[in-house]
């Protein structure tokens, strides 16, 4: 048994090594099951922990049961917060800017759950979570709530399992082509947000193969407008390229706007060549005004 005050420190320590284990990759069996325990822990459980031991440190705050169950409760809500975060900024939903902002939150939540136990420590309040009697408690519960406690942790489970998968098994989800759209000075900034007419604007796309054979693909440029997506022109088409295994192509993509207005939507469309040419990765970006060829640009606020 984890003595009470030392767990924060169990947590932190446990988290070092997965994220070790994760960047080594390795596929031993061993390493492997130790990755998707410790993955799931600190998916499904340690989130809501820290956020609960920060929140309610002393021991007689609630009990053990109450307290798993908020700490589970709180890591499902804390994924999903941080899974809507950044699929609005511009790093997108994907493993590493997830893993990141899981170890911002446990080691930030932990930190202020130490901090509160080391002030309650000259009081002799520190937080020590109580000691699991499993026989003791678990004989107390009637029949029927023990069936109900098995069926909800094999329910619950069995519908996240999958959608951790990718984080605990970062392997199956690296070989993918990956696609990117920069600005014209190799940044993530810097995107146009306004054009005349007659402009040329241009963005840098990098496609980079991450699978085992080689690719064929091509670059489509559409634009539509926010409040009429019905109207829709594409302004760009690249040729086909071919990127081998590991490689990474970048090329310029040039296009003008068709129309004038406010809100217009810029989209980049990769696509496969296979038996079936079919849209493989999708990026977009916005134009806040598109002025006439022989208008003043307005600043941008």
Not at 61 to 85: E, G, K, N, Q, Y
Not at 93 to 118: D, K
Request: aromatic share 10%; proline share 7%.
């Amino acid at each position: 048994m984890i003595p009470g005050k030392w767990d924060i420190q169990v947590v932190l320590l446990s988290g070092g090594v997965l994220v070790l284990l994760i960047a080594l990759e390795s596929s031993h069996p061993l390493l492997v099951g130790l990755r998707v325990v410790l993955g799931l822990l600190h998916t499904l459980l340690v989130p809501g922990y820290c956020l609960v031991a920060a929140l309610f440190p002393q021991r007689d705050d609630m009990d053990l049961m109450t307290r798993v169950t908020f700490a589970v409760s709180a890591s499902m809500i804390a994924l999903v917060l941080m899974a809507l975060l950044l699929d609005n900024l511009v790093w997108g939903l994907a493993f590493r800017p997830m893993l990141h902002a899981l170890i911002i939150w446990i080691v930030g939540f932990s930190t202020v759950a130490l901090w509160r136990r080391w002030r309650l420590a000259p009081r002799d309040k520190a937080y020590r979570p109580p000691r699991i009697a499993a026989p003791r408690w678990w004989a107390n519960i009637p029949a029927h709530r023990k069936i109900g406690v098995v069926v909800g942790v094999l329910l619950l489970v069995g519908g996240v399992g999958p959608g951790v998968r990718w984080f605990v098994l970062p392997s199956f989800t690296t070989n993918i082509t990956e696609f990117a759209i920069l600005s014209t000075d190799g940044t993530v900034q810097g995107y146009p947000r306004e054009a005349r007419l007659s402009e040329e604007l241009r963005v840098v796309a990098e496609v980079s193969n991450r699978e085992e054979i080689p690719n064929n693909y091509w670059i489509e440029v559409r634009v539509s407008e926010v409040w009429n997506p019905d109207r829709v022109a594409t302004v760009t088409r690249t040729p086909l390229f071919e990127v081998s295994p590991g490689d990474t192509h970048t090329m310029v993509l040039p296009w003008r706007m068709p129309w004038v207005g406010d809100e217009q939507k810029v989209e980049f469309l990769l696509f496969l060549v296979g038996k079936k040419p079919s849209l493989y990765r999708h990026l977009f970006l916005y134009l806040d005004q598109v002025q006439a060829a022989d208008s003043a640009r307005l600043p941008v606020p």
